[in-house]
């Protein structure tokens, strides 16, 4: 009775979990998680980055933010579906993808990319298209006219952000070196900072500033937005692994360490410095010790974890100071000091503590190739120069294309006090 009984619970085994499938044959595990990991993903833009963002504006701005966040998900898809996911991963040559799956062509419920479904793949990969150009918003927020944001963004997400992602996941030039951006340091974070800080030069700062105080209308829903990001973020790093395995555990462990050490030192450092820890300071430093150890991820263990994120915490909160104080820059919502500072600071330590020597702050070798830490390291400051010129001189020249389409990239003056939600809308956020 008991070798019947254990014959039952075998067979059972094998029909509730077909994670033994061979790489041609679709995998049920990886693809219940990539399924899962995408809709954190989608959930860090809506409602994450829209409730971050929308809670850190004035009142008179909170629809505008949230209209861009969701008018750019929804437009990013739409160019990821007709085009991008073609010019990111199609074979192409060394520098962009082809026409090959314009339309999504040749994706059918049986294409697979390893053992997951293609068409998952595809949507993936869509949702970090989506968040990456939504994430260029908090440096131009206030003072942005919708129509210039929409052009900008679309344009955006095919000449920077498809030939990017080619260079590095899409088998690239970048890649090809043995670059290390697990999850998007270099694809996402660099790319958008670069973005935002030619934004904010190019628009100029909002009406008043720096001698008018701007403070946020709802701190609740900033971090509100902010927990949802560091949930989605688990899906944004662990959902990379492309697979339900150590990889993806490991990189959700790394990442949860990192935010949880740039929160704490962004918040130590202001109790020493203004005798109180702010609830903006702990948020902030949780983004950037996410946007830190994402191009790591999967390369680091946690000592090493431990480390980006004190880095993080420290270095992005001066940047931010240094930026808005010294240099008068006014990227709104500080996109460039904690994404774009973060991905570069991220991308760097990615070479430094994927080293198997660091005793216990070691991660898990080099890449295929690469025998030292300098030959990783010299790689990988190879990729965040050239993806900063890229970025920074075609982000600029979209900039000058879209003033001329749109007449001017901002609203004017009188328009930019009454507030870009009746203006731009014709709605109001709160009628109390």
């Known amino acids: 009775m008991n070798k019947v009984l254990t014959v039952f619970v075998l067979l059972l085994s094998c029909l509730a ?13 990886n ?3 990539i399924l899962t990991s995408t809709a954190l993903v989608l959930m860090m833009t809506l409602p994450g980055l829209a409730l971050f963002y ?20 929804a437009l990013s898809s739409i160019l990821w579906f007709v085009v991008g996911y073609s010019l990111a991963f199609g074979e192409g040559n060394a520098w962009i993808g082809d026409f090959s799956k314009v339309l999504m062509m040749g994706i059918t419920k049986e294409t697979l990319v390893g053992d997951i479904p293609e068409s998952l793949f595809a949507l993936f ?3 970090f298209a989506v968040i990456t150009p939504a994430l260029i918003i908090g440096a131009y927020a206030e003072r942005m006219k919708f129509s210039a944001v929409l052009i900008f963004s679309g344009l955006w997400l095919l000449a920077v952000y498809a030939p990017v992602t080619h260079w590095v996941w899409g088998g690239g030039w970048l890649g090809q070196m043995g670059i290390y951006d697990f999850a998007g340091g270099i694809v996402v974070h660099i790319t958008c900072g670069v973005a935002a800080l030619v934004a904010a030069v190019v628009l100029g700062p909002r009406y008043g500033f720096p001698r008018t105080p701007m403070l946020p209308h709802n701190l609740t829903m900033t971090i509100t937005g902010a927990g949802l990001l560091w949930v989605g973020w688990f899906g944004f790093n ?3 692994a492309l697979a339900a395995n150590g990889d993806a555990a490991m990189a959700m462990l790394v990442t949860h360490l990192s935010a949880s050490a740039g929160a704490l030192t962004w918040a130590a450092i202001e109790w020493k410095k203004f005798g109180k820890a702010s609830v903006l ?13 994402t191009p790591a991820s999967g390369f680091v263990g946690p000592g090493g974890a431990l480390i980006i994120g004190v880095s993080a915490g420290f270095i992005c909160f001066y940047s931010t100071v240094y930026i808005k104080q010294k240099l008068k820059i006014d990227d709104s919502l500080d996109v460039f000091p904690v994404h774009g500072v973060g991905g570069i600071l991220g991308t760097l330590l990615a070479g430094v503590f994927s080293s198997t020597e660091l005793g216990v702050f070691s991660g898990y070798g080099y890449a295929e190739g690469i025998t030292t830490m300098l030959g990783q390291v010299s790689v990988q400051l190879v990729g965040i120069g050239a993806v900063i010129v890229y970025t920074a001189v075609v982000s600029y020249l979209l900039f000058k294309l879209v003033s001329l389409m749109t007449k001017g990239l901002r609203v004017d003056k009188e328009q930019e006090i009454t507030g870009l939600d009746l ?3 014709d709605e109001s956020g709160y009628n109390l």
């Open 281 to 293: 300071g702990a948020v902030t430093g949780m983004v950037a010790g996410l946007g830190t150890i």
């Open 125 to 127: 990969q869509m949702t």
């Open 31 to 33: 693809t219940a998680w």
């Open 17 to 29: 979990f077909p994670s033994f499938a061979s790489n041609d044959e679709l995998n049920g595990a």
């Open 238 to 240: 662990g959902g990379s």
């Open 54 to 73: 929308g809670g850190l504006v004035r009142r008179k701005n909170i629809l505008s933010i949230l209209m861009q966040c969701f008018s750019i998900a």
């Open 423 to 425: 203006i731009e809308h």
